[in-house]
């Protein structure tokens, strides 16, 4: 079964600060995708990157990235330079590649990401 | 533009009532999934389905049934709603399994 950790429930930083969201993951499929996703206060999902497990290079969006570490099992996303339009819920999700069964997207249980002015 | 329509939005209803939410894609996905969201519990996947007339349970199936006689639409079924399951539900779409997926805006159920 696969099982995705976010430690940090809630963080709170002041505008412009740099912040890291914290993100392990457990599976045994040598394959797999990982993901984050943003939830506004309005409530959708709004996707925002996609990884697969054979690429470790670190990737960069604007005044986001992230650190993929296999030999660790994590998967970090940081925000530079955090603006109040940051606040969201974070999830992280992984998700076998192909094949069958019932694991799909199996999500973490998200960080509340407060950004103050 | 591709989307994944939910309906409703917001739905208050009482102990017992059968209701049904609707989903629907206009990507030609293959696979489609349901999940719920709780506070403190993240998102959990109901049931999925593979293709036409292929679904199974997901993590938290007990208390709904799915159907999918055609690939673009997934309703998910409350045959009878209890209180336990008002929640933030989503209805997702994907090429396959674990490609990518499109989420719908969400359906926010009370029972009460």
């Known amino acids: 079964a696969q099982k995705v950790t976010q430690a940090q429930t809630e963080i709170s930083v002041v505008e412009k600060e740099d912040v890291t969201l914290d993100c392990v993951y457990e599976t045994r499929d040598t394959t797999y995708y990982l993901f984050w996703y943003k939830q506004p206060p309005s409530g959708e999902l709004v996707f925002l990157i996609r990884r697969n497990s054979f690429d470790e290079q670190n990737e960069i969006s604007g005044r986001y990235s992230w650190n993929f570490q296999k030999s660790t099992s994590s998967f970090n996303f940081t925000i530079t330079a955090s603006q109040v339009v940051d606040s969201a819920v974070y999830f992280c999700a992984l998700s076998p590649i192909g094949g069958g069964g019932a694991d799909g997207l199996t999500f973490g249980k998200g960080t509340h990401l407060i950004i103050q002015p | 533009e591709a989307q994944v329509t939910q309906n409703p939005r917001y739905l208050i209803t009482v102990t017992g009532k059968k209701l049904t939410v609707t989903c629907s894609q206009n990507?030609?996905?293959?696979?489609m999934s349901w999940y719920r969201q709780d506070p403190g519990l993240g998102l959990r996947q109901i049931y999925y389905?593979?293709?036409?007339?292929?679904?199974d349970k997901g993590d938290v199936p007990e208390g709904y049934k799915v159907s999918r006689k055609e690939k673009r639409n997934f309703p998910l079924i409350l045959e009878s709603p209890s209180p336990n399951q008002t929640s933030l539900y989503f209805c997702a779409s994907s090429r396959d399994r674990g490609y990518g997926y499109t989420f719908g805006s969400g359906t926010r159920l009370t029972v009460v």
């Open positions: 389905s593979m293709n036409v007339e292929v679904t």
């Open positions: 990507m030609n996905h293959e696979y």
